[in-house]
């Protein structure tokens, strides 16, 4: 697993998420901006300023991983961003094996 970029914004938050992306990932209003947590274990895992990406670890997925239908080129990788505290995955995705030069989108709330 790569660790995430330092965590930068707010510590805590309150109240009730204004935001659900997917089924791992919540959102708040914060000071520095949308503010994301994983909403498994409730840990804030920092300001969206910069894009999600940053604040999720990376886990990188093998053959064993996807199961046997799924098969990912070889110029490809698959990637799990994953809550760095308890390892919920928050979004799955391939990307070039050099790394993607490109950001997919932004979340606001």
Do not use: N, Y
């Not at 209003?29 to 840990?43: L, S, V």
């Amino acid at each position: 697993m790569t660790p995430p970029a330092a965590r930068a914004g707010d510590s805590t938050v309150t109240g009730e998420p204004t935001g659900i992306w997917g089924a791992s990932l919540v959102t708040w209003p914060g000071q520095a901006g949308p503010t994301a947590g994983c909403r498994h274990c409730g840990a804030v895992l920092g300001s969206l300023a910069r894009g999600w990406e940053g604040i999720a670890g990376r886990v990188s997925l093998g053959p064993e991983d996807l199961g046997g239908d799924v098969r990912v080129h070889e110029s490809l990788t698959a990637v799990a961003h994953v809550c760095p505290d308890c390892v919920t995955a928050l979004w799955v995705d391939t990307e070039p094996a050099a790394g993607k030069s490109w950001r997919d989108f932004a979340l606001h709330t």
